[in-house]
Nanobody
């Protein structure tokens, strides 16, 4: 399974940007997907996650209300729409797929932890200047 992230670049504070992550070689519509980010000198931080069907989403506190995760299973693609960007959003952004998310009571348990994700994209850099 390969994940290819794109859409990063340099923007001004307050701008918007949309990241994309295309998956190939697996069963995309069976995987919960997530975005994480890593700023220079820091650990990898959870940003957002979405169930395999796209019916539920989760967000990290620092991006809640500004970022939106979505997916198009027909295109094997997950998106991260980032609005009202701040300099502290500067980071490498990584998409990830979970091939073994447990299902309890008919609902997927989608993780916010990096070690639960099996496949990772190469990252795309977003730089926000003030």
């Amino acid at each position: 399974v390969q994940l290819q992230a794109s859409g990063g670049g340099s923007v001004q504070a307050g701008d918007s940007r949309r990241l994309s992550c295309v998956t190939s070689g697996g069963t995309f519509n069976a995987y919960p997907m997530a975005w994480f980010r890593q700023a220079p000198g820091k650990g990898r931080e959870f940003v957002a996650a979405i169930t395999s069907s796209g019916d539920r989403t989760w967000y990290g506190d620092s991006v809640k209300g500004r970022f939106t995760i979505s997916r198009d299973n027909a295109k094997n693609t997950v998106y991260l729409q980032m609005n009202r960007l701040k300099p502290e959003d500067t980071a490498g952004y990584y998409c990830a797929a979970d091939r073994n998310a447990p299902v309890i009571g008919g609902k997927e348990l989608v993780s916010v932890h990096t070690n639960e994700y099996d496949y990772w994209g190469q990252g795309t850099l977003v730089t926000v200047s003030s």
